[in-house]
């Protein structure tokens, strides 16, 4: 069954530096999300993306975030000076639609900042 | 008020027993309610979803949805050790695109299901 996946599963990093996630998302969907939750918290919507291109992001998603489908596979989040509040699981889905429903989930990277 | 709202729980049960878990929300625009089950540091797995008010069935499993009332429910019946997870509600409205991008989840509810 195809799936989601996610690299690397955890990831460590300093206070202010550059970290990208990467995800692989299911080949033949169109449209890719990322989500993250924090320790305890909720799982919390971070951006859309379709067609090369932005369709939506929350008040998380500030400017020093940033994603990219660099080719046909990948699916990247970049976070360019990470903050220790920035330690979570980030969460790729992908779906082949843009139906509630048929978003399907990776595994999560657990970023841990210091 | 919280836009979608869960109790986290942990709600422990006896095998067999019948779970009730529960959302309410606040925004009425919503229109796809989903059910996921998550393990500990792993990634949601959709259960189940209802399209606006009324009940699906699958299996073990029920959704219900009021949207008269703001609230719907997932009932597990004759629970199993296995069911042990979290139970994470998610609602999604349409969006200016005319589609349904946006997962906004409840806190989720941690069951323990005992032999």
């Known amino acids: 069954e195809p799936e989601v996946t996610q690299t690397p599963s955890h990831q460590v990093t300093q206070m202010g530096q550059e970290v990208i996630l990467r995800c692989v998302p299911i080949?033949?969907?169109?449209?890719f999300y990322w989500y993250r939750q924090i320790l305890g918290q909720k799982v919390e919507f971070l951006v859309s993306?379709?067609?090369?291109?932005?369709?939506?992001k929350s008040e998380i998603f500030d400017d020093q975030f940033s994603v990219e489908r660099p080719d046909g596979s990948n699916f990247t989040l970049k976070i360019r000076s990470t903050k220790l509040e920035d330690s979570a699981m980030y969460f790729c889905?992908?779906?082949?639609?843009?139906?509630?429903?048929?978003?399907?989930f990776g595994p999560g990277t657990r970023l841990t900042v210091t | 008020q919280k836009e979608v709202e869960q109790d986290p729980g942990p709600l422990s049960v006896p095998e067999g027993a019948i779970v009730s878990l529960n959302c309410t929300y606040s925004?009425?625009?919503?229109?796809?309610f989903m059910w996921y089950r998550q393990y500990s540091r792993k990634g949601p797995e959709l259960l189940m979803y209802?399209?606006?008010?009324g009940n699906k069935e699958d299996g073990r499993f029920t959704a219900q949805v009021d949207k008269s009332s703001k609230y719907i429910s997932l009932f597990i019946r004759d629970s199993q050790p296995s069911d042990s997870a979290t139970y994470l509600c998610?609602?999604?409205?349409?969006?200016?695109?005319?589609?349904?991008?946006?997962?906004?989840f409840g806190a989720g509810t941690r069951l323990a299901v005992h032999p």
């Open positions: 889905a992908s779906s082949e639609s843009r139906s509630a429903y048929e978003q399907y």
């Open positions: 080949s033949n969907h169109l449209y």
């Open positions: 993306f379709y067609n090369n291109e932005i369709s939506e």
């Open positions: 925004n009425s625009a919503f229109q796809y």
């Open positions: 209802t399209y606006s008010s």
């Open positions: 998610a609602m999604s409205a349409r969006d200016a695109g005319g589609g349904y991008n946006k997962l906004i």
